[in-house]
Nanobody, 123 residues
């Protein structure tokens, strides 16, 4: 089992950057595939990015490709989401998630979730 805690959210102007962090507990962190999702008010929780257990493979939602970068540090049990060129439509609560299976881009594919961190992008 793994517990996840996100941090790094906040208020930023359009065009700005934020780096989200996700701290994971557990000695088997390096066996988990990790993902970031986001949920805007009144909308579904959508996939943003995912990274394999080793960090060698990544996947992104089309709307964030070229702007967001997911990475991980297995020695520190951390996952990051670097967000550049932020847009107002990126405003949402961002969630970190983990699954022990494979690289997945759908919500039901993840077993463990953090509590979320709010990102607000002003125009």
């Amino acid at each position: 089992q793994v517990q996840l805690v996100e941090s790094g959210g906040g208020l930023v102007q359009a065009g700005g950057s934020l780096r989200l962090s996700c701290a994971a507990s557990g000695r088997t962190f390096n066996s988990y595939f990790m993902g970031w999702f986001r949920q805007a008010p009144g909308k579904e929780r959508d996939f943003v990015a995912a990274i394999s257990s080793s960090g060698a493979n990544t996947d992104y939602q089309d709307s964030v490709k070229g702007r967001f970068t997911i990475s991980r540090d297995n020695a520190k049990n951390m996952v990051y989401l670097q967000m550049n060129s932020l847009k107002p439509e990126d405003t949402a609560v961002y969630y970190c998630a983990a699954n022990p299976g494979r690289l997945r881009s759908y919500r039901d594919g993840y077993d463990y979730w953090g509590q979320g961190t709010q990102v607000t992008v002003s125009s």
